[in-house]
């Protein structure tokens, strides 16, 4: 019998904005939307990649987000890895 699946329980986030930006290679676009949670805390997601590229929909705090690019070296490009601490470890096989 097969075991299951955890049911997830995404917060509730009130959609106050919707827009795309280019990726910083200009290749492809993301389109996010920008929201706040039931403490009015400001809260970002990506929706869509033009590029195909892989991406996480999950909602983070704006705050949490600001705070990992703070420790980031300003001299050096932004990479995925500076956010990776933000989201859920998760299999891609789920």
């Known amino acids: 019998m097969a075991k299951a699946k955890p049911v997830s329980i995404e917060p509730s986030v009130r959609v106050i904005?919707?827009?795309k930006c280019p990726t910083l290679s200009s290749k492809s676009e993301l389109y996010y939307c920008l929201g706040v949670d039931a403490d009015d805390q400001l809260?970002?997601?990506i929706y869509s990649n033009s590029?195909?590229?892989f991406f996480s929909d999950e909602w983070v705090s704006v705050s949490k987000i600001?705070?990992?690019l703070?420790?980031?070296d300003p001299d050096?490009?932004?990479t995925?890895?500076?956010l990776n601490g933000?989201?859920?470890g998760r299999s891609v096989n789920d």
Do not use: Q, W, Y
Request: with cysteine; hydrophobic share 40%.
């Open 80 to 82: 995925s890895v500076a």
């Open 51 to 53: 590029g195909g590229g």
């Open 76 to 78: 050096k490009p932004i």
């Open 70 to 72: 703070e420790s980031c």
């Open 17 to 19: 904005k919707k827009a």
């Open 86 to 88: 933000l989201f859920r």
């Open 43 to 45: 809260m970002m997601k």
């Open 66 to 68: 600001l705070e990992a």
